[in-house]
């Protein structure tokens, strides 16, 4: 079975408020997580990423955090925009290590 | 500035032919990935290329052939294509294995076998 898994498969969301995507992974060893983004009809583009020394890191509109002890990830979208559409995927991995295990997906929809 | 693209975009085929995909990245980056994308199983990896003549396979690696001749070059085979192959399938690459350096993915090619 699949290491990393998302709460929800689909998400709603009125344009304007926050969004709030959830992640969960099970391999304790993994210490390197990254959300992507992907569009329809596109490949998967890189948001942000956390290493497992930190429980917090912001970006642009964008904001992972990090549970260790639950073994637990979020990304939180500020002020939802149309162009935040997409399908959101959580991926864990270790520090120099190739391999990314990828969750299913979170489709993120936008209300206008 | 191309970066990484893929060909076809866009492919049907039969149970039983031969296929191949094709990834060129013009950043001239170490590592190249095949992934297949199917619903509900998010990107899994076929195989991987740490340099030109290295390749590893990744967890769903049957059924695949790969080579890498040349850096910029990874191109994926179906050496006997089959319905379960059916599929959309994203080549990356990364300036070095493992974060953090960053996978750039291409925009992907849609795969139907009949």
């Known amino acids: 079975g699949e290491s990393v898994g998302l709460h929800l498969p689909t998400l709603s969301v009125q344009e304007g408020d926050n969004s709030i995507i959830n992640c969960a992974y099970s391999n304790s060893a993994s210490d390197y997580f990254i959300w992507y983004k992907q569009e329809s009809g596109k490949g998967p583009q890189f948001i942000i990423d956390i290493r497992s020394n930190m429980d917090k890191r912001q970006g642009q509109r964008v904001t992972v955090l990090l549970n260790k002890t639950v073994k637990h990830l979020s990304l939180q979208i500020a002020a939802t925009q149309p162009g935040d559409s997409a399908v959101y995927f959580c991926a864990e991995t270790m520090t120099n290590d190739y391999k990314l295990s990828f969750g299913a997906g979170t489709t993120v929809t936008v209300r206008a | 500035d191309a970066g990484i693209t893929q060909s076809p975009r866009y492919k049907i085929t039969e149970t039983g032919r031969q296929v191949t995909l094709m990834c060129h990245q013009t950043?001239?980056?170490?590592?190249m990935f095949w992934y297949r994308q199917d619903l509900g199983h998010g990107l899994r990896l076929i195989y991987y290329s740490a340099a030109a003549d290295i390749t590893d396979k990744g967890e769903v690696s049957d059924g695949y052939v790969v080579s890498r001749s040349k850096t910029e070059n990874f191109p994926l085979t179906l050496e006997s294509a089959t319905r379960s192959q059916t599929s959309v399938y994203f080549c990356?690459?990364?300036?070095?294995?493992?974060?953090?350096?960053?996978?750039?993915f291409g925009p992907g090619t849609r795969l139907t076998v009949l």
């Open positions: 950043w001239s980056h170490s590592y």
């Open positions: 990356a690459s990364s300036l070095a294995g493992g974060p953090p350096n960053e996978q750039f």
